[in-house]
C-alpha cells in the first residue's frame, strides 16, 4: 500500500493568502458598493489584483528582505524606485488597455504616457503593496519576538539548572568522618544518622531538580542537615531552631535548596571557625504572604566577614535573580561578635 502524505502549506503562506483574500473581498464590495455595480468592481479587482500580488511578494522578498534587511541600501533605494516606476507604468497600461476601454472610455482622452496618472496609479498600488510588506513585518516580528522569548526562557531555565546543581553539601565527608567516630564510640545512634544522611541525599536526588517543593519537606531537610552538622560540635554548639509553628504551610512551595546557603554559613563562618562555646539561631516567619527567613550565628572577632564573595554568595544571588527578580529582599548585618542574614520573599 502506498501511503500519500498530505501537503501543508507554511503558515507564512497561510497569513499571506487571507491578507490577499480580504484585500480582495473589501475592494470589490467597496468599490461596486459606490459604483452600485458589483460586476464591474469585480472585474476591476480582478484584473488588477495579479499585478497587486507580483509587485507585494517583489517589494517583500527583494527589496525588504534581501537588500533593507541586510544593509543593502543603495540597492534597497534603486529596488524601491524602480520598483514604483515598474510596476506603476504596468498598472497604467492595464487600466487603460482593460479598464477604460469598458468602463471609462473618457479618460482615453489622456495619452498613456500621461505623468500624473502614472504616478497615481503607482501611489495607489503601492499603498496597497506597503500595507501588504508592513503586515508580513509585523507579524515576523511578533513571531521573533515570541523565538527569543522561548530561548530566552530556555537559557534562564538552563542557567538555573545549573546553579542549582552547584548547590552540594559541604558538610558530606566531614559527616562521614563524624559518622565513623560515631559508629565506635556511640553505636545506637547510627540508625537514625544514616537515616537522615540517606534522607539528605533523596531529597538531593528527587526533589532538588523542581521548580517548588512543599515548604514543609524544604524545613525537614534543613533539620536532618543540622542534626548531622551538630555532630561535629557536641555540646559546645547552642542550636535553636524556630519554624516549627508555621500555620497553614500545607499549600506552600518554595524553591528547593533556596535556603541551605544561609545554613551552611552559618556553621562554616561560625561554628567551624570557633574553638569553644558557639551559638546558632533560626528563624522561619510567614507575614502577609511573605516568607521571612533569619540565620543569626557567633562568629570570631578576627573571622573573615561571611557572605560577602565567594561562590556560594554568587550563586545565591543569580538564584534569587532569576527567581525573585527585584521582589525579594536579602540583608546581610555583620557585627561584633555576631552576624545576622535575612531573606524575605513573596510566596504567592
Given at each position: 500500500m502506498i501511503r500519500v502524505s498530505s501537503f501543508k502549506l507554511p503558515k507564512e503562506l497561510w497569513a499571506q493568502g487571507l491578507f490577499w483574500l480580504c484585500f480582495f473581498l473589501f475592494e470589490w464590495l467597496n468599490t461596486g458598493a459606490?459604483?452600485?455595480?458589483?460586476?464591474?468592481?469585480?472585474?476591476?479587482?480582478?484584473?488588477?489584483?495579479?499585478?497587486?500580488?507580483?509587485?507585494?511578494?517583489?517589494?517583500?522578498?527583494?527589496?525588504?528582505?534581501?537588500?533593507?534587511?541586510h544593509g543593502r541600501m543603495a540597492a534597497f533605494w534603486t529596488s524601491l524606485v524602480g520598483g514604483l516606476f515598474v510596476f506603476g507604468v504596468l498598472r497604467r497600461a492595464i487600466s487603460y488597455h482593460w479598464i477604460y476601454p469598458v468602463y471609462y472610455p473618457d479618460a482615453l482622452e489622456k495619452p498613456f504616457w500621461y505623468a500624473p496618472k502614472i504616478l497615481a496609479e503607482a501611489m495607489q498600488l503601492h499603498l496597497v503593496v506597503g500595507l501588504f510588506v508592513v503586515v508580513d513585518l509585523v507579524r515576523h516580528a511578533l513571531r521573533q519576538q515570541q523565538l527569543s522569548e522561548t530561548y530566552r526562557r530556555e537559557k534562564v531555565s538552563a542557567e538555573y539548572q545549573l546553579l542549582q546543581s552547584q548547590v552540594q553539601p559541604h558538610f558530606l565527608f566531614n559527616t562521614l568522618n563524624n559518622l565513623t567516630s560515631v559508629s565506635i564510640q556511640q553505636p545506637d545512634k547510627m540508625p537514625n544518622l544514616l537515616q537522615r544522611l540517606a534522607g539528605l541525599l533523596s531529597y538531593q536526588l528527587h526533589e532538588s531538580h523542581r521548580d517548588k517543593v512543599p515548604l514543609s519537606k524544604e524545613i525537614a531537610y534543613l533539620k536532618d542537615y543540622i542534626s548531622l552538622e551538630?555532630?561535629?560540635?557536641?555540646?559546645?554548639?547552642?542550636?535553636?531552631?524556630?519554624?516549627?509553628?508555621?500555620?497553614?504551610?500545607?499549600?506552600?512551595v518554595v524553591p528547593p535548596m533556596l535556603l541551605l546557603p544561609f545554613v551552611e554559613n552559618a556553621f562554616k563562618h561560625g561554628a567551624a571557625q570557633?574553638?569553644?562555646?558557639?551559638?546558632?539561631?533560626?528563624?522561619?516567619?510567614?507575614?502577609?504572604?511573605?516568607?521571612?527567613?533569619?540565620?543569626?550565628?557567633?562568629?570570631?572577632?578576627?573571622?573573615?566577614?561571611?557572605?560577602?564573595?565567594?561562590?556560594?554568595?554568587?550563586?545565591?544571588?543569580?538564584?534569587?535573580?532569576?527567581?525573585?527578580?527585584?521582589?525579594?529582599?536579602?540583608v546581610t548585618m555583620p557585627e561584633e561578635g555576631q552576624f545576622l542574614a535575612v531573606l524575605k520573599f513573596n510566596i504567592n
Amino acid at each position: 500500500m502506498i501511503r500519500v502524505s498530505s501537503f501543508k502549506l507554511p503558515k507564512e503562506l497561510w497569513a499571506q493568502g487571507l491578507f490577499w483574500l480580504c484585500f480582495f473581498l473589501f475592494e470589490w464590495l467597496n468599490t461596486g458598493a459606490y459604483l452600485d455595480n458589483f460586476q464591474q468592481g469585480l472585474c476591476q479587482i480582478s484584473v488588477q489584483i495579479p499585478l497587486l500580488i507580483v509587485a507585494g511578494y517583489w517589494h517583500l522578498l527583494v527589496t525588504v528582505r534581501r537588500f533593507l534587511l541586510h544593509g543593502r541600501m543603495a540597492a534597497f533605494w534603486t529596488s524601491l524606485v524602480g520598483g514604483l516606476f515598474v510596476f506603476g507604468v504596468l498598472r497604467r497600461a492595464i487600466s487603460y488597455h482593460w479598464i477604460y476601454p469598458v468602463y471609462y472610455p473618457d479618460a482615453l482622452e489622456k495619452p498613456f504616457w500621461y505623468a500624473p496618472k502614472i504616478l497615481a496609479e503607482a501611489m495607489q498600488l503601492h499603498l496597497v503593496v506597503g500595507l501588504f510588506v508592513v503586515v508580513d513585518l509585523v507579524r515576523h516580528a511578533l513571531r521573533q519576538q515570541q523565538l527569543s522569548e522561548t530561548y530566552r526562557r530556555e537559557k534562564v531555565s538552563a542557567e538555573y539548572q545549573l546553579l542549582q546543581s552547584q548547590v552540594q553539601p559541604h558538610f558530606l565527608f566531614n559527616t562521614l568522618n563524624n559518622l565513623t567516630s560515631v559508629s565506635i564510640q556511640q553505636p545506637d545512634k547510627m540508625p537514625n544518622l544514616l537515616q537522615r544522611l540517606a534522607g539528605l541525599l533523596s531529597y538531593q536526588l528527587h526533589e532538588s531538580h523542581r521548580d517548588k517543593v512543599p515548604l514543609s519537606k524544604e524545613i525537614a531537610y534543613l533539620k536532618d542537615y543540622i542534626s548531622l552538622e551538630q555532630l561535629r560540635y557536641g555540646d559546645r554548639l547552642d542550636m535553636q531552631m524556630n519554624f516549627n509553628a508555621l500555620p497553614g504551610t500545607t499549600h506552600i512551595v518554595v524553591p528547593p535548596m533556596l535556603l541551605l546557603p544561609f545554613v551552611e554559613n552559618a556553621f562554616k563562618h561560625g561554628a567551624a571557625q570557633t574553638e569553644g562555646p558557639c551559638w546558632i539561631q533560626i528563624n522561619l516567619s510567614i507575614n502577609d504572604n511573605r516568607l521571612i527567613f533569619s540565620v543569626e550565628n557567633s562568629v570570631q572577632n578576627d573571622a573573615p566577614v561571611p557572605f560577602q564573595s565567594g561562590l556560594g554568595l554568587t550563586n545565591l544571588k543569580k538564584r534569587l535573580k532569576i527567581l525573585f527578580a527585584d521582589s525579594y529582599e536579602l540583608v546581610t548585618m555583620p557585627e561584633e561578635g555576631q552576624f545576622l542574614a535575612v531573606l524575605k520573599f513573596n510566596i504567592n
